[in-house]
């Protein structure tokens, strides 16, 4: 309804009906044009009508916990780990506010307050981990979208704060894996087979780990990634057939000399026994954190103190285009789904970067046929 109060300006009153059948009204008032006041009107009932009963009450923590739930029985132990880490630092800052009160400038706010939280050890949190927190505040919001609480998603259009200091992975070069590789070959069998399948294939650690024998196709020169050893629910170590994504899921040329190397491994095991794993050297697969914390003690030791486990992920990405491999041979080779994750190994290796810059020069000055460079010259 609308209407006009003499010295002050129109005031319009809306109500509309849930989904359980409940009224809810609002009213704005001193709105100096007739038509905007029905304009208002008409925007609240249609964005309102046939809402869930909870629509104007639902808060943020309750959205996240929701959401948390529905992705549960589809991502990775791990992943949801970190998914909870970023619902509890958004809870933090928004947790009480209502979903249909969130407009850009409250999370933009919230975000630039996140940059005084610290980590359980005391550092600051980097502007990546806002980012992730955004991510997944931002998913969440698409699905109260989906299910008609929203008409648009809040979070769309946040910015960021900027990263002043960036991360970057500390790589293995490869005048140096080689070395590392040899040596870690006699100190620990088993580390060596998962960080050879780290450097040459650039696998994850759940999915050096959970290699089976199975999965090697030796016949046809093949490995096949379908699964992975990861943390479960109950935080126990289980291998499970479902990879992180769906381009995780892949097949591996098999090299000579990784197909040497896991020959030599099977001839060692008694006559007729092979385990299930083929990082299974001593009758039992360590756990992942366990393996993280064995490369760790030995990283320090030669040389390597800040290079983490995934970091050799990076390093392999990073000797494959160093090698010439295109874009696309990598992605598929890592098991990303998308390009742009690819895309910042070749911005950071400077070698490429000459490279590339030395043909383009080539290029322009040697692309004369010889034939008419000597006519020329005569």
């Not at 739930?69 to 949801?80: A, C, D, G, M």
Request: charged share 25%.
């Amino acid at each position: 309804m609308v209407e006009f109060i003499k010295g002050k300006g129109w005031r319009a009153r809306a109500s509309y009906i849930d989904a359980a059948g409940v009224r809810h009204q609002k009213s704005t008032s001193w709105v100096p044009r007739k038509k905007d006041a029905q304009a208002w009107e008409d925007e609240y009932i249609k964005a309102n009508a046939g809402a869930p009963a909870d629509a104007d009450t639902l808060t943020v923590a309750e959205l996240l916990t929701q959401y948390l739930k529905l992705r549960e029985s589809v991502i990775s132990p791990n992943t949801y780990y970190g998914y909870e880490n970023c619902a509890r630092r958004i809870t933090a800052h928004l947790g009480d506010v209502p979903i249909r009160q969130l407009n850009r400038l409250r999370i933009e706010s919230a975000y630039a307050d996140m940059r005084n939280d610290v980590t359980p050890n005391g550092k600051p949190i980097r502007a990546a981990t806002i980012a992730y927190a955004h991510r997944v505040l931002k998913a969440a919001l698409n699905y109260a979208v989906d299910c008609d609480i929203l008409r648009k998603n809040p979070a769309a259009g946040a910015r960021l704060p900027e990263d002043t200091d960036p991360f970057k992975a500390q790589t293995i070069a490869s005048k140096d894996a080689e070395g590392l590789l040899m040596r870690l070959r006699q100190h620990d069998s088993q580390l060596y087979i998962v960080v050879l399948l780290e450097l040459i294939y650039g696998m994850r650690r759940g999915e050096a780990l959970g290699l089976r024998w199975q999965d090697i196709d030796f016949t046809n020169g093949r490995i096949h990634i379908s699964g992975q050893y990861t943390v479960g629910a109950d935080h126990k170590p289980e291998w499970k057939p479902q990879a992180k994504t769906k381009s995780s899921r892949r097949d591996l040329v098999l090299v000579k000399f990784v197909t040497d190397e896991l020959h030599a491994i099977r001839s060692a095991f008694p006559r007729g026994y092979i385990p299930y794993y083929v990082c299974e050297l001593d009758g039992q697969l360590p756990s992942p954190n366990a393996i993280s914390h064995r490369w760790k003690k030995f990283a320090s030791t030669c040389g390597f103190p800040g290079v983490r486990m995934h970091d050799l992920r990076h390093s392999s990405a990073m000797m494959m285009i160093q090698a010439g491999a295109d874009l696309v041979t990598v992605m598929s080779t890592l098991g990303h789904s998308k390009i742009e994750t690819t895309q910042r190994y070749l911005s950071e290796d400077f070698e490429v970067s000459a490279r590339v810059a030395n043909q383009v020069v080539a290029n322009i000055f040697d692309s004369t046929p010889a034939k008419e460079k000597q006519k020329k010259s005569v």
